[in-house]
């Protein structure tokens, strides 16, 4: 049987021309492959291994020269040593040779002798080629490490910081608050990571942060999405994160969401004590973002709190100055505290135990929050108590000594009933129907919200308040809000109150605040020559033009910015102060009241603890005092008990109240 070849042929048949084989073109993978070549020759091999060397980077190249330089001093000493030239002692020797190799000149102002010179030469040319490569090598190196120092590269090797995730304006009125905050810790410490130069990062905070005390700004080049980038700041062992969302970016807020994902997607419990802030524009994201982080994030919806917080500093007078002293670290603050002393008293004791401390609520079992309790409400021994102090450190000292009131003082006489009123809101942006809302929340049937802005407005969205239902009157018209003429057309003398809302969704940050700085001009001189009391509110974007709504004379300002930027602080020092804020700002929950002193007391000289207990009477919490002053008032938030208070005409009670 005779086996047939790939060509069907007998691989033992001869070939026809007399034993020469004929090649044939076929197919490419059936063709012969050409010979392997011949062995390397040994300069091949050591250039192709020198390449590799010098391609690791500075670090080989600089050992390769450093190995070249001890073989050099190596064989010119043994050389040396052999033909009997120059110092006989072998570790002389090598010192005389290695001084010739690393010193181009002086080292040879002694050698004698036509060999030892010439010897001594032929070490110092080949010196001067090897080790001034070196030089060369490591200064590259060290040119390219400061480089990347500079581009913000290196990991960062903080413990139990802060980690701010993105850039914006609201950074400094982070730090800085954080460095209030911090003043207590040991080596605290703030860490940046944001696309963004990082020396351009620390010259801008360098600039715009007056006083970081005893905090350590440090910052990082990168993108909060990369899981790469969040390394480099070593967000497992931070304390909290901050993310900062609304800068930049078609949908900030999918950004937002993104980094949470990044943030949580591997940490295995290992930041079981960290928890992550962060801020979303649409309620739709908050539901996304909480599935993304669970319960290792607490977010802030930025539009519903700016809306909350202007209508409730539209309706009391002052009120902004109230919440801004409770938002930022250099007043007083919220703190939470578990005092076995107080277990079994109620709740209007627990108000008048602490001397410099104010009880405003309780924590219950399981972490349920409960602002201005009724006053007969027992604490429970699994209870804490919500309490305003100057730190947390002085709600800790604070001793149990309850400051007796002055019942004989006490004369509760009847509130104003609440009547309609009448709002004017003059411009538009996507927080306008919140507000809205939150007027609508508020406002008893007959009262009226008229609407005039230069921009086309969200129908839908104000449809979807419902005033009709509410039984509240609701016009909107275009019109021009910083045109005298508009503005004089409006009858602004019959309105309660007028509240001023940017342009941010058509302009930016400045335009915006210009025009409502236009509109606020105009208002003042109409109100000032009809001599009508209507309450005028503006929402700030730009923090910097805060003094200048100021002096157009307006009743509260509301700057988004530094709000959220305070607001994202407090919660990232104590992540339960969200729902603390969230109650506050609630319709249906207890807020801020400016009430007449002379309501609650007979006039004249009382304690402090006798207006809590005044308060108490009316299921109200006192939390302190405002007075006229020249220009404006004098406002006494959280004050010792046995702080005494004029109670003369004008003077108000700050209370949490219901609506």
Not at 168 to 177: A, G, H, W
Not at 223 to 250: C, F, K, M, W, Y
Not at 305 to 333: C, H, K, M, N, W
Not at 377 to 398: F, H, Q, R
Request: aromatic share 4%.
């Amino acid at each position: 049987m005779s086996v047939v070849g790939e060509e069907g042929h007998s691989p033992a048949s001869a070939p026809a021309d007399g034993g020469r084989e004929l090649s044939s073109p076929g197919p490419p993978d059936q063709r012969r492959h050409p010979d392997p070549p011949a062995t390397p020759s040994r300069r091949l091999r050591a250039g192709y291994a020198f390449d590799n060397a010098m391609a690791r980077g500075p670090g080989a190249v600089a050992g390769v020269l450093g190995i070249s330089i001890v073989v050099l001093v190596v064989v010119f000493t043994a050389v040396l040593l052999v033909v009997g030239v120059g110092p006989s002692n072998p570790i002389a020797a090598v010192y005389h040779v290695f001084l010739h190799t690393i010193d181009g000149g002086g080292s040879q102002d002694s050698d004698t002798g036509t060999l030892y010179t010439t010897l001594s030469l032929v070490v110092t040319l080949t010196g001067l080629i090897v080790y001034g490569t070196l030089i060369g090598i490591l200064v590259t190196g060290m040119d390219s490490r400061l480089q990347q120092l500079r581009k913000g590269r290196s990991v960062v090797l903080e413990q139990d910081h802060t980690l701010i995730l993105g850039w914006s304006d609201r950074v400094y009125t982070i730090i800085s608050e954080l460095a209030i905050a911090n003043e207590s810790r040991r080596r605290p410490s703030v860490v940046i990571l944001a696309e963004r130069d990082k020396a351009e990062m620390e010259d801008a905070i360098r600039e715009n942060v007056a006083d970081a005390r005893n905090t350590r700004v440090v910052c990082r080049t990168g993108s909060p999405l990369v899981t790469g980038d969040l390394e480099l700041v070593n967000h497992r062992a931070a304390r909290a994160v901050i993310l900062l969302g609304g800068d930049g970016g078609s949908d900030p807020d999918a950004d937002v969401i993104k980094s949470i994902l990044a943030l949580t997607r591997d940490t295995h419990g290992e930041a079981a004590g960290r928890h992550i802030v962060a801020e979303v524009q649409d309620e739709n994201a908050a539901h996304a973002a909480r599935l993304a982080g669970g319960n290792a994030v607490v977010l802030i919806n930025k539009p519903q709190t700016i809306s909350r917080l202007i209508v409730q500093t539209s309706r009391q007078s002052g009120a902004a100055a109230v919440y801004r002293d409770i938002l930022d670290f250099d007043g007083d603050e919220f703190y939470m505290r578990a005092d076995e002393r107080l277990t079994g008293m109620t709740y209007v004791d627990a108000m008048l135990a602490y001397e410099t401390c104010t009880v405003v609520g309780l924590v219950h079992a399981g972490g349920v929050i409960e602002l201005n309790p009724a006053p007969e409400t027992v604490l429970a021994a699994t209870d804490s108590v919500i309490a305003l102090a100057e730190d947390d450190s002085v709600l800790d000292a604070a001793d149990v000594a309850p400051t007796g009131p002055d019942d004989d003082a006490i004369a509760l006489r009847a509130l104003e009933p609440d009547r309609p009123e009448a709002t004017l809101i003059l411009g538009y942006n996507h927080r306008t129907p919140l507000v809205i809302a939150e007027l609508a929340s508020y406002a008893v049937p007959g009262s009226r919200i008229d609407l005039v802005a230069a921009v086309p407005l969200d129908g839908q969205a104000i449809d979807q308040v419902g005033l009709d239902s509410a039984g509240i009157a609701f016009s909107q018209r275009a019109g021009r809000t910083t045109e005298r003429a508009v503005l004089d057309g409006l009858g602004i003398p019959t309105y309660d109150r007028v509240i001023v809302m940017g342009y941010t969704d058509d302009l930016d940050g400045r335009q915006a605040s210009a025009r409502s700085l236009l509109t606020l001009l105009q208002l003042r001189d109409i109100t000032s020559r009809s001599g009508a009391k209507v309450a005028i509110v503006s929402e700030v974007i730009d923090m910097q033009d805060t003094e200048l709504v100021a002096v157009a004379g307006v009743d509260d300002v509301v700057v988004s910015d530094e709000v959220l930027s305070l607001l994202l602080t407090q919660v990232a020092e104590n992540r339960h102060l969200a729902d603390v804020f969230d109650k506050l700002l609630q319709a249906d929950g207890p807020e801020v009241y400016m009430r007449p002193a002379d309501r609650y007391v007979q006039a004249g000289p009382v304690s402090f603890a006798t207006l809590i207990a005044a308060a108490s009477r009316r299921r109200e919490t006192a939390i302190g005092y405002r007075r006229p002053a020249a220009g404006g008032h004098v406002i006494s938030l959280n004050p010792s008990k046995s702080t005494v208070f004029p109670v003369a005409p004008g003077d108000r009670l700050i209370v949490l109240a219901e609506n």
